[in-house]
């Protein structure tokens, strides 16, 4: 990874199912996670809400598209937001997302902010990241 930044990344590339940590138990939480979450892809934990993603080709016709779903399994209250990180072989974006969770709530897709098409001009996504991932704690 060419860019130094304080804050890891984690990024699964879509090429030829090569996965890429950044974080060494990566993998082994990726595979821990796998039979609870069906067709998902898990991408990042921390204070235990966990990330996830599909990646849809063609998701509005003709670019490529990835639906972030999260879940908190605390039994509290959390306000989250994080950079999701989109590359293909010519260009990076990185989209701004935030949002709270309920106690053990799950969210996913465009409604609540978390459907993402990084490419407009037909660029496939080959990796997606998470970086800058912060959970607060919200005390009600």
């Not at 990726?30 to 235990?48: I, M, N, R, V, Y």
């Amino acid at each position: 990874m060419e860019r130094k930044d304080k804050n890891r990344i984690i990024k699964r590339s879509l090429n030829k199912a090569l996965f890429l940590f950044f974080v060494a138990d990566a993998f082994a939480l990726a595979q821990e996670f796998a039979p609870l979450h069906g067709p998902w892809t898990f991408l990042f934990k921390k204070d235990s809400v966990e990330a996830y993603f599909i990646y849809y080709t063609r998701a509005d016709n003709t670019n490529d598209g990835v639906v972030i779903k999260l879940v908190n399994n605390n039994d509290y209250a959390v306000k989250y937001n994080f950079n999701a990180v989109f590359r293909s072989d010519t260009a990076e974006v990185e989209n701004y997302a935030e949002g709270y969770l309920k106690a053990n709530e799950i969210k996913t897709g465009s409604k609540e902010g978390l459907f993402f098409i990084p490419f407009k001009d037909g660029n496939s996504i080959l990796e997606v990241g998470i970086t800058r991932f912060r959970i607060t704690r919200i005390n009600k």
